[in-house]
């Protein structure tokens, strides 16, 4: 079983900056390993969007909107994994959810943090 835990969101202005992070624990890391972890969001009426990935090597990517703006890391020894989010926008305002996919064939979900951007 794995547990994803997200922590930082909240409500700031715009222009603003937060600092998401997540957590990953689980017996199943004494056997496995977390191969990439990201960030989707969620916004009122529309579908889960990819926010920015990591893979255990370090590459990155980043939706179009969120490029220059976010930045994402992962502490490979913790299975942890944040998300620095600069110069927040209220189209940026979603729920984030961390994911984390396992080598052994299987991802995770964390249950989500709100992030509002008031305009």
């Known amino acids: 079983q794995v547990q994803l835990v997200e922590s930082g969101g909240g409500l700031v202005q715009n222009g603003e900056s937060l600092r998401l992070s997540c957590a990953a624990s689980?017996?199943?890391?004494?056997?496995?390993?977390?191969?990439?972890m990201g960030w989707y969001r969620q916004a009122p009426g529309k579908q889960r969007e990819l926010v920015a990935t990591i893979t255990r090597g370090g590459s990155t990517t980043y939706a179009d909107s969120v490029k220059g703006r976010f930045t994402i890391s992962r502490d490979n020894a913790k299975n942890t994994v944040t998300l620095q989010m600069n110069s927040l926008k209220h189209e940026d305002t979603a729920v984030y959810y961390c994911?984390?996919?396992?080598?052994?064939?299987?991802?995770?979900w964390g249950q989500g943090t709100q992030v509002t951007v008031s305009s």
């Open positions: 994911n984390a996919v396992v080598n052994n064939g299987y991802d995770y």
């Open positions: 689980g017996r199943i890391f004494n056997f496995y390993v977390i191969n990439a």
